[in-house]
């Protein structure tokens, strides 16, 4: 690492990935000041980001260790109990989900069209059906194995998203702003049955939308259909692969938000990921406690509004 910290910043200059055309003296000053606080952290002796992606490498002399570590977890009555782990979540009303809806358009399509969406429709609602797909899609039970283990069926489920050793150490909840058919609030999602569970929460949307340092003219809140919010159980993938784990919860919370934008654009929705959140608030609201459960990404959508730009 290069210890010359105006020489890499004078680096990043000449790449262009710092803009010189500063355009007034505010932003001049706030520019300066950012990068003054840049250098203090630079200038510690650990930077902690640094400090966790060296501790989570994966050296040869550790392989026989690791390798002996997720021996211990081929069974699938193991990974089974293992990703099924999860919190009793203090819920007052079930809400049954329908059938998701069969996407038609081609994958290229979906693909292709995937754009950050900024700008929503609120006098259009989302559907109970467009939320089920959304759901289903992004964190649904897609397939199931079935293995004998001393002389009784152990069943393993798949979901829609890859997942290291398949103990899914994702939980997606759902704040719903603007639907149709199922009150505002905040649920979790219940993939294993296919529904909503309501959460009881006070103040809701905007015990929400206080969570997000957005100004209104980024994105209007009051206008989005919901907020989809993954949370990491770390434990769950920990017990296998120690400290590796938190980049694997990582990894998998950007599978399961591309399958949402994906799902979203397929089904002529907007959506957006953010991950500039006030984590402390998020949990809380959560009832988690961010350390042993947190949120780690959260996806926007609603009908998106016609002839606006888009990323």
């Known amino acids: 690492m ?21 355009p007034n003296q505010f932003n001049l000053k706030y520019f300066n000041s ?10 510690q002796l650990y930077d902690i980001a640094e400090l966790f992606h060296e501790n989570t490498k994966i050296r040869k002399y550790l392989a026989p260790e690791f390798i002996m570590s997720a021996s211990l977890f081929d069974e699938d009555y193991i990974i089974e109990s293992i990703s099924r782990m999860e919190r009793k979540i203090p819920t007052f009303a079930n809400i049954p989900l329908p059938r998701s809806k069969l996407i038609k358009k081609p994958f290229s399509h979906a693909i292709r069209k995937r754009r950050s969406i900024r700008e929503y429709e609120a006098s259009k609602p989302l559907e109970l059906n467009e939320l089920s797909t959304l759901l289903y899609h992004s964190y649904g039970i897609s397939a199931e194995m079935r293995t004998n ?13 890859p997942s290291g050793g398949g103990l899914y150490p994702l939980e997606l909840y759902v704040g719903i702003v603007n639907g149709n058919n199922i009150d505002n609030g905040l649920y979790h999602y219940n993939y294993l049955k296919h529904h909503l569970d309501k959460i009881l929460v006070k103040d809701f949307p905007n015990c929400l939308f206080s969570c997000f340092p957005i100004h209104p003219n980024g994105i209007n809140m009051d206008t989005i259909g919901a907020v989809f919010i993954i949370v990491g159980i770390f434990l769950r993938s920990k017990m296998k692969y120690g400290s590796r784990s938190y980049r694997y919860v990582l990894q998998e919370s950007g599978h399961l938000a591309q399958n949402l934008c994906v799902t979203a654009t397929a089904l002529n929705l907007g959506s957006i990921p953010i991950a500039a959140f006030f984590d402390d608030d998020v949990n809380k609201i959560l009832n988690i406690d961010g350390v ?14 016609k002839n606006q730009g888009k990323t």
């Open 34 to 43: 950012a990068f003054s606080k840049l250098k203090g952290r630079e200038s």
């Open 2 to 22: 290069d210890n010359n910290f105006e020489s890499r910043i004078q680096n990043l200059v000449k790449s262009s990935l710092i803009p010189i055309n500063i």
């Open 292 to 305: 042993e459960e947190a949120a780690v990404y959260t996806v926007f959508t609603g009908h998106q509004k």
């Open 149 to 161: 283990f001393n002389q009784n069926i152990i069943s393993k489920n798949l979901l829609t998203i």
